[in-house]
């Protein structure tokens, strides 16, 4: 279930709604996680606009964009960070129509730690999870879950 958040100064992209759509499914298809609703209502990106000036490098170039990727610990194998960083790279250089941005983006790729993923109030260890996916994939499909 992860979180994006993408920074970038504003005007940098025209629909930011859609690019928040984009960015959260595709982590989710690349973290490969059942398509069900506790993934598809629990994995969001925000894209924070910051004003004129409140980025910079050491040059004091402010046209770079960060994007943060969380997920909880383990979730992103080596194949998995190669593809978010790719894809969401690319995502951004298309949604701000700026075929020269993946120079000028960074992805920065985290991970909760286990017993730090807090959904519905409480802390959720990565096990926790796993079994609440189980019961809800079996719930839908009208099975009663194993254990």
């Not at 506790?38 to 770079?64: C, Q, W």
């Not at 909880?72 to 790279?89: D, P, S």
Request: charge should be negative; charged fraction near 20%.
């Amino acid at each position: 279930m992860p979180m994006i958040d993408v920074y970038a100064t504003a005007g940098t992209f025209a629909d930011k709604h859609q690019l928040a759509i984009d960015l959260a499914s595709t982590v989710m298809r690349v973290e490969q996680v059942p398509d069900i609703p506790m993934f598809r209502k629990n994995t969001a990106a925000f894209i924070h606009e910051l004003p004129a000036g409140d980025l910079s490098n050491v040059d004091g170039d402010s046209n770079y964009v960060r994007v943060q990727v969380l997920t909880n610990a383990g979730a992103l194998n080596r194949e998995k960070q190669l593809a978010v960083v790719e894809q969401l790279t690319a995502l951004v250089a298309t949604a701000a129509a700026d075929p020269t941005l993946p120079d000028r983006t960074w992805v920065l790729l985290t991970e909760a730690p286990d017993g730090g993923w807090g959904l519905n109030g409480h802390a959720n260890t990565n096990e926790e999870l796993i079994a609440a996916a189980r019961a809800q994939i079996a719930s839908l499909q009208g099975h009663t879950p194993q254990a």
